[in-house]
């Protein structure tokens, strides 16, 4: 498959959710609602019962390929759901190694389950992430490097090309978690990561209302071992969600492309406001990651961290405005909040994620200025 990078990101989304041209035939897919299929002749290949494929998913699978410059993809019913076939699939006897600053569920099922398997699993901070990566080298095992960027919820940024470098003399599978980014903001396989994973749930999809995850590899080899991992564990897709999330991909880079202008203005005004005590967000020229953000990323993100002086200035700010929902997850079209201590994250009690949707930025500024008034 030929990946043209000049083909502009909202017409590659357009074009990997059109169907093929097919004279008389819908120009939009519909949804493939099946649990099994007329039996094939012997010795022929397809499809033959619905736990293992379905027509739907491959629509959609071939869209999320095509986004993440890869050859293949693979749907599965939420992020984590993604995330632990390809731990299951991949940990090979060497090290399991994971962000200790990245999004929790990834870091518990790594050491609470894998552990129990007898596989050996460490956590580093993103700063110290490529240098634990360098200390693999002379593992044994093959070793898989579970990475992050930008780091949920701290936003910091992995160096992709440095770590790749240090995966590949480690000789081990480099994994990243591109969900925060999505492939807008940036495609890690072009970095030299062996397979991406995410939850579209979040950015992809963008309208709160599926879960939904994936994974995406140049490698035959990781596609198949993780094919055979979601078919025999049953983690597999509903069509009706699979066809839902190709439709929203449609809008995925123009909704991107908002909600990074909105973020860049939400958090230059929110930055230095005296309530304020920090704001991260790596389009920030100011921010600690922004150089290493703007060689490897495209588009910064909806994602904006901003900590308060203490919970009461957090929550007072979560009570005035009415704009940003206080929720968890991100990504969607409506602006949220999350205060990411009430759910354990190692961050200070006014730490607030906030995740910018696509309203008018002049009404998101207004909103925020009466909120912090
Ligand atoms: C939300 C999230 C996941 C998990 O996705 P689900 O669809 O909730 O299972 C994984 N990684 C990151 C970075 C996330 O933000």
Redesign the pocket.
Known sequence: MSHPEEIGPSTRCVRATGSPCDPGQPLSPSPVLTSTYHALPLGEAGDFYGRNSNPTWRVLERALAELEHADAALVFP????A?TAVLRALSGGGTVLVPAD??Y??RVYAAERLAAYGIQVRSERCEAFTEAVRSLARAPQPSVVFA?TPV?PTLDVLDLRATATAAREAEAMFVV?N??ATPFGQTPLDFGADLVVA?A??GLCGHSDI?L?YIATNRADLAEAIALERTVSGVTTGPFEAWLAHRSLATAALRFQRQCANAQAVAEFLNGKPQVRSVRYPGLASDPSHALAARQMKGFGSLVSVTFEDMGTAQRFLARSELFAEAT?FGGVHSTADRRARWGDAVPEGFLRLSIGIEDERDLLADLQRALA
């Not at 939420?78 to 759901?81: F, V």
């Open positions: 939420t992020g984590m759901g995330i990245g999004y569920q990834t992050e949920n978690d969900t925060a939850a749930t979040k879960t995850g997850s």
